[in-house]
T-cell receptor
């Protein structure tokens, strides 16, 4: 999974600030998925994107969270006005086109809201 | 609603002591069942994908099997380096989410020398 690059690895934000998490998929992968892992919880799907398109955001909180995957550059998960409950590990995964292919995960961004 | 339940939550084995981890699932049509390994502070590492009941896959000391209701991850003669959290996930046929996976909470495995 070293091919999926996430940065930063650790991010500390004060309540009310914005958090921006970046994900560069593996070379040749055009599908990106964001997951959130809360302490003592399993990984939870948030959003599925292809280049310039949000395909499924059914797992995204309705407010403050947004995601994009522009034609050029990494995918961005943006959290506005962070609260303590947003503290978690956020993982990005990528896969090539096609639904029966394995997704490879990045090392995650650990967000701490103080 | 799709559900994935893993048991036990935690398992402690002595080196060489074989055992199995269980993943029970409820899904309205299975596209695939996936096993991942996750080390502390790291992202999940892909191990296996199983697509149909009766299918088996092996990798070193690990063997994954699948029935219509559950999957087992068998660990034969484990070593301390097998210590990790093992995650099971399912992908539903009727999902609009491409490869989006529904994960269980994992089994934390500790293998002592």
């Amino acid at each position: 999974n070293a091919g999926v690059m996430q940065n930063p690895r650790h991010l500390v934000r004060r309540r009310g600030q914005e958090a921006r998490l970046r994900c560069s998929p593996m070379k040749g992968h055009s599908h990106v998925y964001w997951y959130r892992q809360l302490p003592e919880e399993g990984l939870k799907f948030m959003v599925y994107l292809q280049k310039e398109n949000i395909i499924d955001e059914s797992g995204m909180p309705k407010e403050r969270f947004s995601a994009e995957f522009p034609k050029e550059g990494p995918s961005i998960l943006r959290i506005q006005q962070v609260v303590r409950g947003d503290s978690a590990a956020y993982f990005c995964a990528s896969s090539p086109a096609g639904q029966n292919t394995e997704a490879f995960f990045g090392q995650g961004t650990r967000l701490t809201v103080v | 609603e799709d559900q994935v339940t893993q048991s036990p939550e935690a398992l402690r084995l002595q080196e060489g002591e074989s055992s199995s981890l269980n993943c029970s699932y409820t899904v309205s049509g299975l596209r695939g069942l996936f096993w991942y390994r996750q080390d502390p502070g790291k992202g999940p590492e892909f191990l296996f994908t199983l697509y149909s009941a009766g299918e088996e896959k092996e990798k070193e000391r690990l063997k994954a099997t699948l029935t219509k209701k559950e999957s087992f991850l068998h660990i034969t003669a484990p070593k301390p380096e097998d210590s990790a959290t093992y995650l099971c996930a399912v992908q539903a046929l009727n999902s609009n989410s491409g490869y989006a996976l529904n994960f269980g909470k994992g089994t934390s495995l500790l293998v002592t020398p």
